[in-house]
Structures are given as structure tokens and as C-alpha cells.
């Protein structure tokens, strides 16, 4: 079956960055977008963007270019979330995602867990 | 990259049907027909229950409906239950990104 498996919770310094993992198993890694969406304690969904891990091609939402980078490892099928110059807004629950087909629609069906970020100092 | 607009409560009682909106504009829900919606139970992560508009995945009991007109999409529930108590979010794509609406709570009276 198809999982994503996070990383564990991370606390950080205001201006620190912070970077999370997303191991996928049970699939084809290379076939699916991997996207990435945070959540404030309560709060809404906030899309932050998506990477293609056969290309390496990433996209990602204006609010975060600049700060957010997005990588993987296909060799342990694992996809990263990096965002940097951390603030205390930025404290949230992050979690990777996987659409239900393989292009970009916003239809993620598999979440990973959750890495809650708090960011104190 | 504004969020779409959705009410920030509704509610119902056991068996009535509610229906939740979704406005956005004709560069996200006007544009696309890729649509979908999501419910979340506290501490738990999102639970994809309507897609493409109008589809469900597998599992997803039928009395949760999805449509579309012009820029507004809606989330029908019918015969609610108590489980159904939740915050359920729309989310469209947008060709460069994806935008989710602000969250509506429904409340099983």
C-alpha cells in the first residue's frame, strides 16, 4: 500500500531553516508529483508547491519563492521540503502529499503524517 | 494566489443534507475542471473526498456530492451523520499552483 513517511517534529530559531522529509514506498516514486501543504494550529490549508521527482522540476506558491526549496533522492525514494529565514508564523504542521493521478490537479489522495515546525526562540 | 472563499460554519442535523460553497475566479475553479474536496478531523491529516469536481475515490460514501457552476463549487452532503462533524476545505488548481479554501466546520446539530 501506498505510504508517506515523515520526519520527526523539529523546533527552530527565528531565521533557521528547517528541512523535512517524505519517504515514499509502495508505488513508483518517479511517477507522482510530490506536493507539499502546511497548516498553523487552527488554521487552513496552505499549498506551498510541488516537485517532480523523475525531472527534479519544482513549483512553488509566490508566497514562499525565495525561502522554500524542494528536492529529492530518488535512491531511497525520499522527497525534501527545505524553508529558510524561519519566523514564528511559520510554526505549523507541514505534510507531503500524492495526487491520486499523476499530473497536477490538487486531488491528494496519500498525506504523509504531519512534521510539526515550531519556531521560537 | 488568493484562497477561495468558503462560509466558516454550517450546520445541519442527522439525516438533512447541507451544502458547502466555494468561490473563486475564472483562473482556479472557473478554469479547470480540477476541483476537490477535502475533510479533516481534528489532529488528523486531510481526507481527500471529492475530486475533479465531482468524483469520488474509492470508499467515499456516495452521499457526498460534488458540482460546479461558473466560478462556485459546492460540496453536497446528504443523509448526515455524526461522523461527518469536520472541517472540510475546497481546493482547486490553478495552472502554475494549486489555492485551498479557507475551511467551513460543519457542525451535526
Known amino acids: 500500500q501506498v505510504q508517506l513517511v515523515q520526519s520527526g517534529a523539529e523546533v527552530k530559531k527565528p531565521g533557521a531553516s528547517v528541512k523535512v522529509s517524505c519517504k515514499a514506498s509502495?508505488?513508483?516514486?518517479?511517477?507522482?508529483?510530490i506536493n507539499w501543504v502546511r497548516q498553523a494550529t487552527g488554521q487552513g490549508l496552505e499549498w506551498m508547491g510541488w516537485?517532480?521527482?523523475?525531472?527534479?522540476?519544482?513549483g512553488y506558491a509566490q508566497k514562499f519563492q525565495g525561502r522554500v526549496t524542494m528536492t529529492r533522492n530518488t535512491s531511497i525514494s525520499t522527497a525534501y521540503m527545505e524553508l529558510s529565514s524561519l519566523r514564528s508564523e511559520d510554526t505549523a504542521v507541514y505534510y507531503c502529499?500524492?495526487?491520486?493521478?499523476?499530473?497536477?490537479?490538487?486531488?491528494?489522495?496519500?498525506w504523509g503524517q504531519g512534521t510539526l515546525v515550531t519556531v521560537s526562540s | 494566489q488568493s484562497a477561495l472563499t468558503q462560509p466558516r460554519s454550517v450546520s445541519g442535523s442527522p439525516g438533512q443534507s447541507v451544502t458547502i460553497s466555494c468561490t473563486g475566479t475564472?483562473?482556479?475553479?472557473?478554469?479547470?475542471?480540477?476541483v476537490s474536496w477535502y475533510q479533516q478531523h481534528p489532529g488528523k491529516a486531510p481526507k481527500l473526498m471529492i475530486y475533479?469536481?465531482?468524483k469520488r475515490p474509492s470508499g467515499v460514501p456516495d452521499r457526498f456530492s460534488g458540482s460546479k457552476s461558473g466560478n462556485t463549487a459546492s460540496l453536497t452532503i446528504s443523509g448526515l451523520q455524526a461522523e461527518d462533524e469536520a472541517d472540510y476545505y475546497c481546493?482547486?488548481?490553478?495552472?502554475?499552483?494549486?489555492?485551498f479554501g479557507g475551511g467551513t466546520k460543519l457542525t451535526v446539530l
Open positions: 475564472s483562473s482556479d475553479v472557473g478554469g479547470y475542471n480540477y
Open positions: 475533479d469536481v465531482s
Open positions: 509502495g508505488y513508483t516514486f518517479t511517477s507522482y508529483d
Open positions: 502529499a500524492r495526487g491520486l493521478t499523476p499530473g497536477p490537479s490538487g486531488s491528494y489522495v496519500y
Open positions: 481546493c482547486s488548481y490553478a495552472g502554475s499552483h494549486v489555492v
Open positions: 516537485m517532480n521527482p523523475n525531472s527534479g522540476n519544482t
